[in-house]
């Protein structure tokens, strides 16, 4: 029962139908009619609540099920008891939050935040309430489940018609879903504007320039490089056309159009690598020689609308690049060894001239020990090379050996100087080695030449002063013959004196042809001939023991040489092999056209001018020489045979008879294994055709008058005496001057007998030529030790006239002067 007043109160009062029925109970003292009356009325009136109370039930219901049907929470709390305690929540609260309507009435909402306390949005509500206004709060709340959710709140006070606070409306919505799209979205823009920071970041620390292009050229990006290589600022970028900015050229110099331009073509939709441009920029007018390469950026329609361009400035490193090839291509290009070794001595850099000098190739010793071609006995020489450079030290110009890779011993010129880092700490050594081996081979043949030439200098000149003296010894040795017919006994004497001067007649022969000073008769002969005739001359002498074995070059041309001086020569080697083969072998002649080249040793060293020669190879197998004897072998007198086998001269005629014919000569030999003699004859295609005066012999045979011209005052004597012996009349000179006027005095000289070496500034050619300048008919004589004086003239066409060889005897004497009258003048 609900008391109304002192006298009236409503109680429900249980009817038939379903529904409570509410009666207004008033106390009051009634009579019974009036009581009637009342209660009548009082039905009446309480039918009236009734149906009053009906109604708002229903309406009540009604906004119930409104409220249930809003899609977000309602929630009603009192705010006229302590705490705002919830009275009212519809359904979509329930489904929220997952409570059910029962478990939150007269409870505080904020057991929804959990233990996450002092939230801004609460803080928020907490000052609205407290002020009794509106207001709007995203908070964290917590389901049923303990599942978390935002939730925003609308929290509304509600005043009654007086005025009154009674209630605070709250409208929730779970707004997770847009919270949560909106921190990943937060999210992503933090992301990228990292990610945009980075990028930059990372395009600034290229070295490369690059710059992202419009299709209008101007540049809408650029890092830190592209600022420097263009001569841009940030400032200055915006709306800076790229054309503005430089002109582009071929690496040949031609003008690039600009629509051929790598950022044109890459907004044509085409890629660029590594184009090679030169970019001229207008600001400085500064030349920069670029790799250029580009990507198009595509729009969603996959056209380019953007480019990027990167610019990569090569002009140092093509500087470098070309600086470094010119250099490696001189290193490479060297003959000489260029080699680098680090402090260990192990070998860095090889170039192609250490692979020709010692065989190995780089592959082979890069990262070996330099100590590989050195031979063992100068492994300490390296020591101390090495610690010399590490010290700082330089070597220059050393001569030593190294070892090839084949095992040969080579002559090597160093020069060894430190390789230092940026520091300037040492860190290796570099080397450059000259192979000297043949500079030292040429050296010790021109000393060896040099040596053969003093040896025959002083040789001919003892020979000539000792021929003079055998010339007086034979001529007087003639003479007196002839006083002493009938004694035998002196007869005797004259004749083993005779022997003996002949003896050394031929001795000095020899001599004089070791010096060069033989008396020769070059004629175009055949080299194969002359062979062939020694063979056969030579085949008793040789013996059954030793094989001879020829290989001859049949298409030889034919050779310039004095024929009989050449079979001389070969038989003296064939001999010479013999002798070196007492227990028999095999003698080997081989002759074949050989070209000389000018950077040949023997045109190096001067022996020969480069062109083509006659070869000849006389080879042994017989004992062989050793060095020392080799080096000594062509020295006249020197000889190993036994005192009474050999004279020493052989090999020095032989070295003579080559060189005066225009040739060199060569031994090789090894101690055991043999001999080989190989000497090179000049071609008679290349000697000019002398000019030969030719002679008739006259019929007349009847002897004139001569003059003999001799500084030689004993050999004037002789030939007088022997002119007398003949009945011719006859007169002497001293000397050329002297000559001329015994010919202006004696118009009859019809012969002049000459020496050719005289004193007197006039040799016998000069006083020939200058007497048949005046008297061309003149009969001449020469007489000479010395024939080569008469071959260096042999173009001369003086040389028509015989030589009479010194020393010269009377029946030679007297042949030449006849067989002189008997020829008739040159035609
Ligand atoms: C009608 C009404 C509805 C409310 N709804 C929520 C709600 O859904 N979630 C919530 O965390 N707080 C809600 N609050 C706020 C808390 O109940 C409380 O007022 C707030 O946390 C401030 O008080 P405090 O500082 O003591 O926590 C609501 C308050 C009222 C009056």
Redesign the pocket.
Same mark, same amino acid.
């Given at each position: 029962m609900v008391l109304v007043s002192d006298q009236e109160a409503m109680l429900p009062v249980p009817l038939d139908d379903a529904d409570d029925r509410w009666f207004c109970v008033l106390r009051r003292p009634l009579s019974s009619e009036a009581l009637g009356v009342q209660l009548r009325q009082m039905i009446r009136s309480a039918r009236v609540m009734e149906n009053r109370y009906r109604s708002a039930v229903d309406e009540l219901h009604r906004i119930r099920r409104i409220f249930d049907s809003v899609p977000v929470?309602i929630?009603? &709390?009192d705010a006229t008891l302590p705490d705002?305690p !919830?009275v009212y929540v519809n359904s979509a609260f329930e489904k929220m939050t997952g409570y059910r309507a029962a478990e939150v009435y007269g409870r505080?909402?904020?057991f !929804?935040?959990g233990s996450l306390?002092g939230q801004t949005g &609460? !803080?928020e509500?907490?000052e609205a309430?407290a002020e009794k206004r509106e207001t709007r709060a995203l $908070?964290k709340?917590y389901r049923k489940d303990g599942i978390s959710f935002w939730?925003d +709140?609308l $929290?509304s006070p509600f005043f009654d018609t007086s005025g009154q606070l009674t209630h605070? +409306?709250?409208i929730?919505n779970d707004v997770t879903q847009e919270v949560d799209a909106k921190a990943s979205l937060k999210h992503m823009e933090r992301d990228l504007e990292e990610t945009q920071l980075q990028l930059q970041a990372i395009l600034d620390t290229m070295h490369d320039a690059v710059v992202v292009l419009d299709r209008g050229q101007n540049i809408v990006k650029m890092n830190e490089s592209a600022a420097r290589f263009l001569g841009l600022s940030e400032r200055t970028l915006s709306s800076k056309n790229v054309e503005d900015t430089f002109e582009a050229y071929l690496p040949d110099g031609s003008l690039l159009p600009r629509d051929e331009w790598p950022s044109a073509l890459a907004l044509k939709g085409h890629f660029v690598q590594d184009s090679g441009i030169v970019i001229v920029r207008k600001d400085t007018g500064k030349s920069i020689l670029a790799e250029v390469s580009t990507a198009p950026i595509l729009n969603q329609a996959g056209e380019p609308y953007l480019v990027t361009v990167y610019y990569r400035d090569v002009t140092e490193q093509s500087d470098i690049v070309r600086a470094h090839t010119r250099l490696a291509a001189i290193v490479e290009s060297s003959d000489d060894a260029i080699i680098s070794k680090d402090l260990h001595g192990l070998v860095t850099s090889w170039n192609s001239g250490a692979e020709k000098i010692f065989g190995y190739t780089a592959g082979e010793i890069l990262g070996q020990s330099i100590r590989l071609v050195i031979p063992a006995d100068l492994q300490r020489e390296e020591d101390e090379i090495l610690e010399g450079i590490r010290r700082g030290d330089t070597v220059e110009h050393i001569e030593t050996r190294r070892r090839t890779k084949s095992g040969d011993i080579i002559h090597l010129s160093l020069t060894i100087s430190p390789i230092r880092d940026a520091n300037g700490k040492v860190i290796g050594a570099s080397k450059i080695g000259r192979d000297i081996t043949e500079r030292r081979r040429l050296e010790s043949q021109l000393h060896q030449s040099q040596k053969l030439e003093a040896v025959g200098q002083l040789t001919g000149g003892v020979a000539h002063d000792f021929n003079n003296l055998l010339g007086v010894i034979v001529g007087n040795l003639d003479l007196l013959e002839r006083l002493v017919p009938d004694n035998a006994g002196a007869l005797k004497r004259v004749r083993t004196a005779q022997k003996a001067a002949e003896r050394g007649a031929d001795l000095t022969r020899r001599l004089l042809a070791f010096s060069r000073r033989d008396e020769l008769r070059p004629t175009p002969a055949s080299l194969n001939e002359s062979v062939h005739n020694v063979i056969a001359l030579s085949a008793r002498l040789i013996g059954p023991e030793i094989k001879i074995k020829s290989h001859l070059d049949p298409s030889l041309p034919a050779i310039f040489v004095d024929a009989a001086a050449l079979e001389s020569a070969l038989l003296n080697l064939f001999l010479n092999a013999r002798d070196a083969m007492p227990n028999g072998g095999s003698l080997n002649i081989m002759s074949e056209l050989r070209q000389v080249r000018a950077s040949s040793i023997p045109v190096q060293a001067g022996d020969l001018q480069a062109g083509s020669y006659a070869g000849i190879s006389i080879s042994d197998t017989g004992s062989g020489m050793s060095k020392e004897v080799l080096e000594r072998a062509f020295e006249p007198f020197f000889t190993t045979k036994k005192r009474d086998q050999g004279t020493g001269l052989g090999l020095a005629m032989v070295y003579g008879f080559v060189k005066q014919s225009g040739g060199t000569i060569r031994i090789y030999s090894e101690p055991g294994f043999g001999t080989t003699v190989t000497f090179f004859l000049p071609l008679a295609e290349t000697i000019p055709e002398p000019v030969v005066v030719p002679t008739r012999l006259a019929k007349r045979n009847s002897v004139g008058v001569v003059l003999v011209v001799d500084d030689e005052l004993d050999l004037l004597e002789i030939a007088a005496a022997y002119l007398d012996g003949m009945e011719c009349t006859h007169f002497e000179a001293v000397d050329g001057a002297s000559a001329l006027e015994r010919i202006a005095l004696h118009p009859e000289i019809e012969l002049v007998v000459t020496d050719v070496i005289m004193p007197g500034g006039m040799n016998g050619f000069e006083l020939a030529e200058k007497i048949l300048q005046v008297r061309p008919e003149m009969k001449i004589i020469y007489c000479s030790g010395f024939p080569e004086d008469a071959l260096a003239e042999r173009r001369s066409p003086l040389m028509g006239a015989p030589v009479l060889r010194k020393p010269y005897q009377h029946v030679e004497f007297e042949e030449a002067v006849r067989e002189a009258f008997a020829r008739e003048e040159p035609a």
């Open positions: 929470g929630s009603i &709390a705002e !919830l505080n909402c904020r !929804l935040q306390r &609460a !803080l509500i907490r309430i $908070l709340n939730n +709140v $929290l605070f +409306v709250g929730q």
